[in-house]
Structure formats: C-alpha cells, structure tokens
C-alpha cells in the first residue's frame, strides 16, 4: 500500500491500458505483465480505469477487480485511479472500494452536463463529498474530451474550497498559460497543487518548462515519458528535446483521435507487455497499413536514439 497522494507528488503516473483478450475477456496475466513493465521503465506512480484504460467499457465489479489487482502488484507505487462516473453515487462506490484496497487517490473528470461555471465549482465539491472526508482527489480538466472548459478563475475557485484536490490532470489544449498562470497565482500566495500533463505528453518539454512537475499519460515507449521529465525536471532541456524528438512521430502518430489507443495497444503486444493488442468493442485494431507505418516509425525511432547515443 503507498502513501496517499499529495500535492507535491511529480514525475511520471502511466496511464495504464487494460489488456483484453482477442474476445474481449479482461487479460488478468497481460495486467499483471504491463504493470510490472510499466514499473521496470521507471513509472513513479500509475493510473488506471482512466479514457485511455477503457474503463468506460468495464463493468463496476470489473473495475473493482483490475484496481484490486494492479493496486497489489505495485506495492508502495501510488496507485490513482479513475472513478469518473454521470452520478456521484457511483463516483462514491468506487471511490470507497479502492481507497479500501489501497489506493493513492481518485481521478474524476466533469460530465459533460456541466454548462456554468457555478456548477463546475459545486461539482467538485459534490465530489469531495461522495468521495469521502480526505480521499486525495485529481481533477482531470479535459476538455477535447468532455467539452466542459475550466477556466483559471474557476479552477482557482475549485483549488480555494475544495482542499482535497491536490493534484490537476492538465489536458487543456492550447493550455500551457493555464500552467503559467497556476504557478503565478501560487507564488503570490494560493496553496500549491502538483501538475500533471496528459495528451499524450505532445507538450511535454513545453509543460515541463511552464512549471508542471511531470506527465500522467500514456504512450508505447513509456521509458521516453520518464526520461524526458527526469531530464526536464533536472534542467537539461537540451537533453530532453533531443530524446524527445526522436519519439515524436510516434507520439503524433498516436494522437490520431479514435486509433490512439489501437496505436498504442500495438506496440505493447509487439514489446512483449500485453498479449494481444485487442480492445474491447466497440474499438478495432489497427488496418495492416498502419501497422506498416507503425513499424516503420518504430524503425526510425531507434535510428534517431542510436545517433544521438
């Protein structure tokens, strides 16, 4: 069991997928595989039943299980997890059963219902509330994803009367103001939060610049994620671009809305992580076009990081 989330947590929390099997049925061996893979590249901490992890696809007592058993196979790693839900009753069962079994904290996103700033705001107090007293909680502001936009006077609102929100999902797009701005309004005097950025670290030398403290997505090559924001965090930027660059096609090709995640599942199965690259329907594999092109990325790939040394 680690310790629960806080607001000074940084580095890099891996979206984790979850494995399936060619029929669809959860992959409890590749589970077990992919969260030791993710550990043996450096993960500092994961996240799981998140977009990227299929949890809208589970069943409640299917999400139960895959938080039961990654939360045991990381051991003192944090573990976050989404519990993003159209009803707070659900947000608060789930909520209940992972922090039971361990957990760092819980992930919620807003449903896209939400219309005004005033309720945003008292949404995530709702939140809190469901969650239960002290269940560190990360607000992931989405909104390419649930169309709803957080503005900085709102989330500073949210920051200001929520006090179990200790870390921010950021995943706004353009959002690397939104990062200026939080670190501004803290150093005249608002409590701290860590931030995390997602998109598939697309920005990640930018977000790592602006003040983030490290990455929590996804990607293929989850070791480019660790070593970039370690580099970044550490000042060599030089370093951190370089190494990311190399990446960069992949990253971009991975971004393609409704086949990222194919993308991704595809080079897990051919890394050994996952067995199969299946994703539970609905969601289909990728063409044997893209694979072609995913593998001639890959290629490139370790071109460009033999050159660099």
Excluded at 248 to 254: A, D, G, I, N, T
């Amino acid at each position: 069991m680690s310790a629960p989330l806080t607001s000074e947590a940084k580095g890099v929390y891996v979206i984790s997928v979850t494995p399936f099997t060619d029929d669809g049925a959860i992959d409890w061996a590749s589970l077990d595989r992919v969260t030791d893979f993710y550990l043996e590249k450096g993960a500092d901490g994961l996240t799981i039943l998140g977009m990227m992890g299929e949890a809208q696809k589970l069943t409640q007592a299917e999400a139960g299980k895959v938080a039961e058993r990654v939360i045991a196979r990381a051991g003192k790693v944090p573990v976050v997890v989404g519990v993003s839900a159209p009803g707070l009753a659900a947000i608060g069962e789930l909520s209940a059963t992972v922090m039971d079994l361990g957990a760092a904290g819980v992930m919620v996103a807003p449903p896209g219902s939400l219309k005004t700033d005033p309720q945003i705001v008292s949404y995530y107090g709702e939140v809190a509330r469901a969650a239960g007293a002290g269940v560190p909680i990360v607000l992931q502001d989405f909104p390419l994803s649930t169309g709803v936009h957080i503005s900085n006077p709102v989330l500073a609102t949210i920051v200001d009367t929520v006090d179990q929100i200790v870390m921010l999902k950021h995943e706004d797009w353009p959002g690397l103001e939104k990062i200026s701005a939080i670190r501004k309004a803290e150093a005249e005097g608002r409590r701290r939060i860590s931030i995390l950025c997602g998109n598939g670290g697309v920005f990640l030398p930018e977000e790592i610049a602006r003040g983030a403290d490290g990455a929590m997505t996804g990607f293929g090559y989850p070791e480019m994620l660790v070593e970039v924001v370690a580099l970044a965090l550490n000042g060599d930027m030089d370093r951190a671009q370089d190494i990311f660059d190399a990446y960069l096609p992949l990253v971009r090709y991975e971004q393609q809305p409704g086949a990222g995640l194919a993308v991704r599942k595809y080079v897990l199965a051919k890394t050994g992580a996952i067995a199969s690259a299946a994703l539970r329907r609905p969601g289909a594999g990728l063409s044997a076009a893209a694979k072609a092109e995913v593998d001639r990325l890959i290629a490139r790939k370790d071109k460009r990081l033999k050159e660099l040394g």
